[in-house]
Nanobody, 121 residues
């Protein structure tokens, strides 16, 4: 079992930055692919990006060039650095751990509780 806890959400003005953290307990995150997803009010949960076991990354087109995913294996934590935030980035952000490289929610085994990010215009 892996327990994931997100932190770092909040309210920021458009153009600003936030960094979300996803801290794990139970097992080491270095054994997992880590994905980030987000869900805006009234919408489905969408893929944001992922980081592989070897620190390769992939991103949704909507965040490419603005968001960066990294991991610190010593802290068993994954980060989502968000720059150039836009009002349309407002959502609850979730981290997830899985054993396959995928943009599909169903391929992830463990999920955090979510962190609210609100971007004001």
């Amino acid at each position: 079992q892996v327990q994931l806890v997100e932190s770092g959400g909040g309210l920021v003005q458009a153009g600003g930055s936030l960094r979300l953290s996803c801290a794990a307990s139970g097992r080491t995150l270095s054994n997992y692919a880590m994905g980030w997803f987000r869900q805006a009010p009234g919408k489905e949960r969408d893929f944001v990006g992922l980081i592989t076991w070897r620190d390769g990354t992939a991103y949704a087109d909507s965040v490419k060039g603005r968001f960066t995913i990294s991991r610190d294996n010593a802290k068993n934590t994954v980060y989502l650095q968000m720059n150039g935030l836009k009002p349309e980035d407002t959502a609850v952000y979730y981290c997830a751990a899985g054993t396959v490289l995928s943009a599909k929610q169903s391929d992830y085994d463990y999920w955090g509780q979510g962190a609210q990010v609100t971007v004001s215009s």
